[in-house]
C-alpha cells in the first residue's frame, strides 16, 4: 500500500515570497490533516479536511496561510507572503475517517522550509 | 480542554538499558492515545496505540498502558537498542468544538550508544 506523499521535501524561499506545498494521501483516506512542526516542538494542526470540506482551520493563519483539496483526495498548502517564523517543517497527513478507533493518522514524510 | 504532556528530553542511555518516557494527557470524555515515533530524516509512523482504560499497546518490544486513573500512558521498553534512537511523540484524539482532534506532546529525544 503507497504510504502519504508530499512534495517538495525541502524547500528554500525568501521572506515575503510566496511557497506552496502538494500531499497525496493513502488512497480512500477520506480525512486529511496539514501540521506544522516547529524544530524542537510537537506538530501542530493547521487545518482538517474531511473529503474536500473543512473541518477545522481554526489554527491557520489565514491572513497568509491557504489550503485546499478539490475533489477530494490531493491537497495543497500554500504561504504567501511567507516570514521567517514560517521555517519548519510541513507535515501532511490521512485517516481512513476521524474519530475513535480509526483515528490512526499516517503521516508523509514531510517538507523542510526554509525562509531566509 | 485536550493536551498532552511529556518528559523533556533529551535522554540518552546505552544499549539493553530499560527505557520509560513519561506521558500525561487531559481530555474530556475518552480519548485513545497514541505513541508515534520519528526516525531521523523520516516522517512520523505509528508505534502504539490504546483506545479505552486498561487496554495495553505494543509493537517492537515498547509498550504503554492507558491508565485513566492517573491519566497517563508512559512509554516503556526493556531493552533498547541503537536503532531505537529518535523522537518519541506521545499523542491523543479526543473532542473538540470542531470533532475530533489529534493533540500532540512536544516529543522526546532519545540516543542509545552502544
Known amino acids: 500500500e503507497a504510504g502519504v506523499a508530499q512534495s517538495p521535501r525541502y524547500k528554500i524561499i525568501e521572506k515575503r515570497q510566496s511557497v506552496a506545498f502538494w500531499c497525496n494521501p493513502i488512497s480512500g483516506h477520506a480525512t486529511l490533516y496539514w501540521y506544522q512542526q516547529i524544530l524542537g516542538q510537537g506538530p501542530k494542526l493547521l487545518i482538517q479536511?474531511?473529503?474536500?470540506?473543512?473541518?477545522?482551520d481554526s489554527q491557520l493563519p489565514k491572513d497568509r496561510f491557504s489550503a485546499e483539496r478539490l475533489k477530494g483526495v490531493d491537497s495543497t498548502l500554500k504561504i504567501q507572503p511567507a516570514k521567517l517564523e514560517d521555517s519548519a517543517v510541513y507535515l501532511c497527513a490521512s485517516s481512513l475517517r476521524p474519530g475513535g478507533f480509526y483515528n490512526e493518522q499516517f503521516f508523509g514524510p514531510g517538507t523542510r522550509l526554509t525562509v531566509l | 480542554g485536550n493536551s498532552v504532556t511529556q518528559m523533556e528530553g533529551p535522554v540518552t542511555l546505552s544499549e539493553e538499558a530499560f527505557l520509560t518516557i513519561n506521558c500525561t494527557y487531559t481530555?474530556?470524555?475518552?480519548?485513545?492515545l497514541f505513541w508515534y515515533v520519528q526516525y531521523p530524516g523520516e516522517g512520523l509512523q505509528l508505534l502504539l496505540k490504546?483506545?479505552?482504560?486498561?487496554d495495553k499497546g505494543s509493537n517492537k518490544g515498547f509498550e504503554a498502558t492507558y491508565r485513566k486513573e492517573t491519566t497517563s500512558f508512559h512509554l516503556e521498553k526493556g531493552s533498547v537498542q541503537v536503532s531505537d534512537s529518535a523522537v518519541y511523540f506521545c499523542a491523543l484524539s479526543g473532542a473538540s468544538n470542531t470533532g475530533n482532534q489529534f493533540y500532540f506532546g512536544t516529543g522526546t529525544s532519545l540516543t542509545v550508544i552502544p
Open positions: 479536511f474531511q473529503n474536500n470540506g473543512v473541518v477545522d
Open positions: 490504546a483506545t479505552k482504560a486498561d
Open positions: 481530555a474530556t470524555g475518552y480519548p485513545s
